[in-house]
């Protein structure tokens, strides 16, 4: 069977119209696995003993596969009373997957900043939250901006696994067309060609991002 064009033009409005869901999600659960990787390399800085607990909790969740998470939050947490919406679930199995590897990131961006750094905001007063906000974020974010870029690309492309939830995501959307067809070329050649633009643009934005605070610490 070959590749029809007219007919990829014809199916894009369907595909189309899932990519909505797909980028809101991949939005909202990048941000959250931001700030969750970023508490979670807080909370193993805070403590030996919490450092231990949080080591443990990272390593598990990075080991096991988001399909797992998935079941779990939606088919599980039910019966303990605790019920979510298949975005809600989806969101949350994104970003804590996700948070796990940018947690070690973010203990690279904070490694990378020198001692004599928190010793002179010490010796000059300054609290734990105002050298965080301050002085240790903005050099960990210029440090962690490509790294955490190339995390949001990964994200954005586990957003079909949203689809065991019937979530209306760009990958059941192509399915959808070709079960109906019979025709999988041009679904999957435009499925392709949308997450390849989608995650082009994720990259122009961090280089962006990058070029930006670059110019902000040169200041």
């Known amino acids: 069977m070959r590749f029809d064009p007219a007919f990829a033009i014809e199916i894009l409005p369907r595909i189309l119209a899932a990519i909505w869901t ?66 809600m679930v989806g969101i949350l199995s994104l970003a804590l997957y996700y948070s796990s590897y940018l947690a070690e990131v973010f203990r690279a961006g904070i490694d990378s900043i020198g001692k004599g750094q928190f010793e002179a905001a010490r010796s000059l007063g300054l609290g734990r939250v105002i050298t965080l906000t301050h002085i240790v974020l903005p050099q960990v ?15 954005l492309k586990s957003t079909p696994y949203l689809g065991v939830l019937a979530v209306p995501e760009m990958l059941g959307a192509a399915l959808e067309v070709a079960s109906d067809t019979f025709r999988y070329a041009e679904p999957m050649i435009v499925l392709g060609i949308l997450f390849l633009a989608l995650a082009l643009t994720i990259a122009w934005l961090v280089r962006r991002l990058e070029v930006r605070m670059q110019r902000l610490y040169e200041r």
């Open 22 to 87: 797909t980028i809101w999600v991949s939005i909202v659960a990048s941000l959250l696995a931001a700030l969750m990787g970023l508490a979670w390399e807080l909370l193993r800085r805070s403590g030996r003993l919490t450092g231990i607990c949080v080591q443990f909790t990272i390593d598990a969740i990075r080991s096991i596969p988001i399909l797992a998470q998935l079941y779990f939050l939606f088919f599980v947490l039910p019966t303990y009373g605790i019920t979510l919406s298949a975005y």
């Open 141 to 155: 974010l210029r440090q962690v901006a490509a790294p955490m870029g190339n995390y949001f690309v990964s994200l």
